[in-house]
Every structure is written in C-alpha cells, then in structure tokens.
C-alpha cells in the first residue's frame, strides 16, 4: 500500500512539476533529432532516426521496444559510449557531442551505467571494483574510502568488499555495478536490460533498490527492458522504439492504458488475458434469445474508476457475474479491464460512460452455470 | 662418471643457460607486453584505431617470427655488436634471444589481450577511465592469467632455443651437450644435461602453472 501511494505520490508530483524541475534540477536529458547509422562492411543500419526526446530530473523513464529497436544505441548516445550521426544530446543544456577526452569523463562521472551482465573486473575485488571511478578521478585514498563504504552500505554489500565478483550472486554483481556508478555521485543512471539476467525475486530486490536511489538522491534514471512489468513497477514514463522511430511516448499509465501504436499493442501483448476458451467458443455475435446474456468488456484507460456499486445499481435486478478482471493499479490510475455477464433484463448500453470504453463481445445462453 | 672439471662446466653452462634465458625473457616481457597491448588497441575497433601503423608493426612481427633463430642468430650479428658491443658470449646470444622471443611473446599475450571482454572496457570507459587507466585496470590485469602461461611457453621453447648459442660461443647446457655428448661421444654428459634440461622445464611449467591456477581462482 505504500508502495502504491509513492508511487501515485511521485507520478502526480511529476505530472504537474515537470517542466519546472527539468529548469532547476540536475540531471536532464534532451534529444534532438537524433539520428544514429551504423556503418560495417556489411552494409548501412540506421539505428536510430530523428528522435526528439525530454527526459525530466528525477523522473524514471522507461525505454522499451523490440529487438534491434534500437534501445541500447539510444541509451548509449547519452554517455556517448556512442556518437550520435546526426542530432544534439543535451544534459543539463549543455551539447556533449563536442566534448573532448577530459569533458567526457567528466561527463561520465555525471552520468553513471549497468548493464545486463554486470560487467565486473574479476581481477579485482569488490572494494576494488568500486573504488576505480574514484581512483581514476585522483581522489584522495582516505576519501574513496569513506564513499566506497557508503555506496556499499546504499546497495546493502557492507560485509563484502573483500570478495571477488565470481563469488557472488547475479543480485549481489548487480549490487556492486550499481555501487560502482553511484560513487561518483553522478546525477543520471543508465540501465541496460539490468534486471534481464536475474530471476523474478531478485529482479524485484533490485528494482526496489533502484526506486529507493530514485528517491533518496533525486537521481534521473533512464531504463532499458524487455520485461512490461518492470515498467509498470518503477517508471514514470516510457518511450517505445519501432525500427529507429520514437512510436509513442508519455506516462507509463498512458501509455499502458490506451495504446496509440501497433508496437505498443505488440509490447503489451502478454499482459492481456484472453477470455477463457469455454466462454469464447460459446459466443455469439448477437442475440437469438431474448433470455440470452450479454457479454460486455469496460476497459479502463486511467481515467474512470472501476466502481463497483454503480456497476450494481446499474445492473437492477438482474444478475451481474464477473467473468473475467484485469485491472492493474498503475501510478494510482486503474488499466485494464473487465468482464461482465449481464442479466436478460440489463441492456448494455446502460453501462456506457461508467468505464473509458465499453464494448459488447457477444451473447451466450442463459443456460449455463 | 663426470669428472670434477665436467662437472665445473655443466655448472657454469648451467648458469650461462640461467643468465641467457631469463635477461632475454626479461627484455621480452618489458617490450612484448607494451606490443601486445600497441596491436590490440590499434586494431579494428581498438580504442587507439590506427590501421596502417597496426599493418605495419604486425608485418615486422611476422617477419621476425618466420626466421629460424639459428638463422636470426647469425643475420643479427652486425646488430648484436651494436648494441652488445661483443658478438661473442652470452650477452652475444641475449640479443638475438630477445630478439626472436619478444615476438612470440607479444603474439601471445596479444591473443590474451583480444579475450579480454569487450563489455568491460565499455564499462571502465563508462565510469570515466582514460585509455592509459583501462590499459591498466582492464585490460592487463584482466588478461593476466593468459599472459601468465603464454610467459611460461615463451621461457620453455627459449630454453630449447638457447641451445644454439654455442654457435656464437655464448656456453650454455645444449652447447655442453652437443660438444661433449654428440662430437665426443660422451652419453653420460649428454643424459646429464637432458636430465637438467627435462628438470628445469618442468620446473618452470609448474611455476607458470601455479601461478595461473591462482590469478585464476579469484
Ligand atoms: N556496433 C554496431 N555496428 C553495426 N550495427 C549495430 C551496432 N550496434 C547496433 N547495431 C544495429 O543497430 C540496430 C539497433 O541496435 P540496438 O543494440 O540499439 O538495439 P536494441 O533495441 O538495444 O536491441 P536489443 O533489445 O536486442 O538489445 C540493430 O539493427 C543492430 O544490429
Ligand atoms: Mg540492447
């Protein structure tokens, strides 16, 4: 319950005092018809075509879309692991394409990555491994220290500095990845698929770790996954990448409650429930009987609220059976839908405008259990 | 039996040996390793790319590992008096020595170097190392247990190479073993020096291999 409320508590808070933090805070990410071609041997492969993007301080924002979308290019532009073909990428306002040596790691210690394999040095430990941001800074020795104790107090590793990552779990090797980007104190993360190679209960541990960071340092965190949950879970906003182009983009309820795109639909496609089968194959498209019973689907886009006593009232007498509910609480908002089965005396069209859209599936007999 | 003055010589020819492989593997590691290091990130997507330089520098490695050593040894006598001063001696065979092993070294930890994972040296790029901090912290340290036993086969087929050197009269066990053993037909000093040469490669196999197995298991 608490997590709910944070999270419709920060979604609302996003929503109204965005374009103001984007001016005050640290941590903005801006794209400009950002354009990205990569050129091989084999061929030409545009990557990444025209996209224009805000990314807000604070916020988490989603990136999703298929394989070879073009996700990870996107997300590398930022630290410019990659250098864009075409187009501006602004952080903080200032245009980093023509960064040298020194302004790039600077700019690296202001923005922090993980990735999907952790990418640990196995040569050295784990104070080790989280330290070097530090020491490749010049800090004093007494200072990395201190910071690497905190980083690994933060991602709950206090007791294993002295190991080397091969001794650990996936969840503790994304811990000390996670360490090893936030030591600089860097103002945005990038994360690459970072919960990909993790089982569900650890991938939920390391998401709760990051929304944490989120909200304890005020850290901008840019997120890449193929799992819609995570989104559901800790974003704010989500883009969807189709072949290069931004397909849509906007918050995570939004765009989960009321797809604009065939990408989106795709992406989202196993988050739905199809009607059970014995439903299904009795269905009819319309009525034969005036004792038949309706099937009616309410979906729910974020702006209604499923309410139950008004469903009742507007049944009457008659029954009213859930055959089949799907409604997930997302930034406070309920997405989904449901099914009902109305009674020979309800007409469909009395539920119109108690949910975002309404639509009748079909008719079945009445006499089934 | 060995008489004391032969067992005098396989002493000193045990020392000569001593002094010829390990200067020579020591000059091989000290230029090897920053050749290795120059191949790999000035290659296709190294971080340093330089084509031509790279094509260039990997000819000369080629080339200087085509040459048999007994043949290295004699076309490199103009330049082991220039820079040993002497084209007799130990310090004569150290130059061609060095010469042909700090190729073959190189080549091998430069296998080493390429295994290196890709996503590490993205990942210090991405915490803001320079080049020289992920020549240092990624790659050499990552790379060591290979170049750790491409060390130890470098050193061993040295020792076999050594035993040219008494070509240019620089002593050394194999020299022992073909003048006395092969052109004076004395088997017992020939089954002696190959006793000490069978216990010295052990000797180094085994080192090279224990350290490999510790870097590993960490
Ligand atoms: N270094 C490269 N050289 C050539 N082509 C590349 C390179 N990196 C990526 N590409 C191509 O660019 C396109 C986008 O790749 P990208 O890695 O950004 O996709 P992605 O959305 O992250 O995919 P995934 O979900 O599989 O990680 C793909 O067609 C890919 O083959
Ligand atoms: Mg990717």
């Not at chain 1, 805000?54 to 990136?63: L, M, R, S, V, Y």
């Not at chain 1, 104070?127 to 070097?132: G, K, Q, S, T, Y």
């Not at chain 2, 010589?9 to 000569?16: C, E, I, P, T």
């Not at chain 2, 992920?134 to 130890?152: D, M, N, Q």
Request: proline fraction near 4%; glycine fraction near 10%.
């Amino acid at each position: 319950m608490a997590g709910a409320s944070a999270i419709l508590h920060r979604g609302a808070a996003v929503d109204a005092a965005a374009p103001a933090a984007a001016i005050r805070k640290a941590g903005t990410v801006r794209l400009e018809g950002l354009g990205k071609t990569y050129v091989s041997a084999a061929g030409k492969v545009v990557a990444l075509n025209a996209i224009d993007l805000d990314i807000c301080a604070g916020e988490i924002f989603g990136i999703i879309g298929r394989s070879g979308a073009g996700k990870s290019s996107l997300l590398r532009t930022i630290n410019r692991l990659e250098q864009p073909s075409s187009g501006r990428v602004l952080i903080d306002g200032q245009d980093i394409s023509g960064l040298d040596e020194t302004g790039l790691v600077a700019l690296r210690r202001r923005v922090g990555m993980i990735f999907q394999h952790f990418n640990l040095l196995s040569a050295k430990t784990v104070r080790e491994n989280v330290a070097l941001p530090l020491r490749v800074a010049g800090l004093p020795a007494a200072e990395i220290a201190r910071r690497v104790e905190q980083a690994l107090g933060l991602v709950g590793l206090s007791g294993k500095g002295e190991s080397y990552p091969s001794r650990l779990s996936g969840g503790q090797k994304q811990r000390v990845g996670i360490a090893r980007a936030l030591v600089s104190r860097p103002e945005i993360l990038l994360c690459d698929e970072a919960t990909s190679a993790l089982d569900p209960e650890t991938t939920g541990a390391i998401l709760r770790l990051l929304r944490d960071i989120n909200q304890r340092l005020g850290l901008t965190i840019v997120l890449i996954t193929h799992e819609m949950s995570v989104i559901r879970e800790i974003c704010d906003r989500v883009l969807v990448l189709e072949r290069g182009e931004l397909a849509e983009e906007g918050p995570v309820w939004q765009v989960f409650g009321a797809p604009q795109h065939d990408a989106t639909r795709a992406l989202l496609q196993p988050l739905q429930h199809a009607l059970p089968e014995d439903l299904a194959c009795r269905l009819r498209k319309d009525r034969r009987d005036p004792q038949d019973h309706a099937i009616v689907e309410l979906g729910f886009a974020g702006l209604a609220v499923p309410d139950l006593a008004r469903l009742a009232r507007l049944a009457g007498d008659g029954p009213l059976r859930l055959v089949l509910s799907q409604i997930d609480r997302i930034q406070g908002r309920a997405i989904g839908k449901i099914v009902l089965a109305l009674g020979p005396m309800t007409q469909p069209d009395a539920f119109a405008g108690v949910s975002d859209s309404m639509r009748v599936l079909g008719y079945v007999d009445s006499t089934d259990g | 039996m060995l008489t004391a003055q032969m067992v005098d010589r396989l002493q000193q020819a045990f020392w000569d040996t001593l002094v010829m492989v390990s200067v020579s593997a020591g000059v091989a590691v000290a230029l090897g390793i920053p050749l290795a290091v120059f191949l790999v990130v000035s290659g296709p997507g190294g971080f340093l790319a330089a084509p031509r330089l790279n094509r260039a520098v990997g000819w000369l490695v080629n080339g200087f590992r085509a040459v048999p050593f007994i043949v290295l040894l004699v076309a490199l006598i103009p330049f082991t008096r220039l820079v040993a001063g002497t084209t007799i001696g130990v310090w004569a065979a150290i130059v061609p020595l060095a010469v042909s092993a700090t190729p073959f070294f190189a080549r091998i930890a430069e296998v080493s170097l390429r295994e290196v994972d890709p996503g590490l040296v993205e990942a210090a790029q991405s915490i803001g190392c320079r080049r020289w901090d992920i020549v240092r912290h990624v790659l050499l340290p990552e790379a060591l247990p290979g170049i750790v036993g491409g060390f130890t086969i470098t050193v061993v087929s040295m020792i076999g190479a050594s035993a040219m050197a008494g070509a240019v009269g620089a002593g050394g066990l194999g020299d022992v073993a073909i003048r006395y053993g092969y052109q004076r037909f004395d088997t017992t000093v020939m089954l002696v020096v190959i006793a000490i040469l069978i216990l010295l490669v052990s000797a180094v196999q085994f080192t090279g291999d224990l350290a490999v197995r510790r870097l590993k298991v960490r």
